[in-house]
Each structure stands twice: as C-alpha cells, then as structure tokens.
C-alpha cells in the first residue's frame, strides 16, 4: 500500500499568514494527487486534483504543487473560513489518505 | 448540482450486517468515467476507502475489507448500497458515499454525502 504522510499534523496560524502543509508518498504517485479540506461535522471538501489543479469554485488563495513523492498544499493570506482540516489523497494505487493537517487560529 | 444521500440504521449490533444507501439525485450513476465510492472516518480519525462501483456492476474494494464487503446498484432509482458483514467496534464510523471521477486509473471524490454516523453496539 501507498502511504501518505502530512505534516505538520496541527498548524497555528492567524488571519493574512501564509501557511503550508506537506504530503509525503512513500512511493512516486507521479502528480495523482488531490487535497480536501474538512470543517467539523461536514463532509470533506474537494479543492485541488492533479495535483495542483484548482476546483471550480475554490479561492485562487489555494494552491498545490509537487509529483512524485512530495507535495505542498499552499494557503496564501489565510482566511477565517480556512481554519480546518487538510487532507491529501493520492489515487496512483487503490486510494490512500494522509492523516491531517488541522489549522487552528493561533 | 449532484446531491449524495446516505440512509440506514445508526446503530448495528456487532456480528451483523451493516447496510447503507446512497441516493444520488441531480445526475444519473450511469455516467462514463464516475465511480461511486465509500470512504469511512472513524471517530477522530482519517479517512479510509472502502471500495467502488461502476454503473455497470464493476466493483472494486480495499484489500483490508473486500472478504467483508459488498456495493451494488439500482440504476432504476439512482442508487447504490453497500453492505459491512461481522462488524465489529472497529467498524463505527462515519460512513460517506462519494463520487469518483476517473483520472488514468484512480479517482478523486468531488462530490460528498453528508455521511451518516454507524455505531456498532456489542
């Protein structure tokens, strides 16, 4: 099996940082990456596929990047609505998540 | 826009059989290139795939499950079922029905249920 592995699994931030998270393949998944992102009680959310294409409807502040066996999820000027938490998702082999990232208000 | 719905017991005893519906309205399952999926969350804790189907009858489950598990579909009502058999404690989850689109030979999940909490009692 792939693994996915995030970090850091808890980040503090405030409103305007500019914050990263990172996923680590244990094998190359070229770029079939996607990112999701899960507020408390609520489904996840998808926002980033292949890596680094953006859904429709997803604020342009998201950004992913990557291949292989590293990836970043960026989120530029954080917004109040961001604080949650980040999952990868690599889909080369079967489909494996990363365990979370959560970002707090620091 | 597509809406997923899962329904079923929240409470299952342990050893039996969970079963779960999903509903998918505002597109049809029989779409090329969808794959619809369940993914579980345990309390607290990640995510975790549980398998697929295609319109067709095609089904693919996660190795750590697939002696367990069962999807089928009901193209008639835009629907698929998946069923958990000897659950255990383990299995209490939240249960999510998601569609997958196809991309060279994975999927990502664009769309979500609302997911429905399963509690496995002893």
């Known amino acids: 099996d792939i693994q996915m592995t995030q970090s850091p699994s808890t980040l503090s931030a405030s409103v305007g940082d500019t914050v990263t998270i990172t996923c680590r393949a244990s094998?190359?998944?070229?770029?079939?990456l996607a990112w999701y992102q899960q507020k408390p009680g609520s489904p996840p959310r998808l926002l980033i596929y292949?890596?680094?294409t953006l859904t429709t409807g997803v604020p342009s502040r998201f950004a992913g990047s990557g291949s292989g066996t590293q990836f970043t999820l960026t989120i530029n000027s954080l917004q109040p609505d961001d604080f949650a938490t980040y999952y990868c998702q690599q889909y080369e082999s079967y489909y494996t998540f990363g365990g979370g990232t959560k970002v707090e208000i620091k | 826009q597509v809406h997923l719905q899962e329904s079923g017991p929240g409470l299952v005893k342990a050893s039996q059989t969970l079963s779960l519906t999903c509903t998918v309205s505002g597109g049809s399952i029989r779409s090329d290139g969808l794959y619809w999926t369940w993914i579980r969350q345990r309390p607290g804790k990640g995510l975790e795939w549980i398998g697929y189907?295609?319109?067709?009858?095609?089904?693919y489950y996660n190795p750590s499950l697939r002696s367990r598990v069962t999807t089928s579909v009901d193209t008639s009502k835009n629907e698929i079922y998946l069923k958990l058999s000897s659950v255990t404690a383990a299995d209490t989850a939240v249960y999510y029905c998601?569609?997958?689109?196809?991309?060279?030979?994975?999927?990502?999940?664009?769309?979500w249920g609302q997911g429905i909490l399963v509690t496995v009692s002893s």
């Open positions: 189907m295609y319109y067709s009858g095609y089904t």
């Open positions: 998601a569609r997958g689109v196809r991309q060279w030979r994975g999927d990502y999940f664009d769309y």
């Open positions: 094998e190359s998944i070229s770029f079939w």
């Open positions: 292949k890596a680094s």
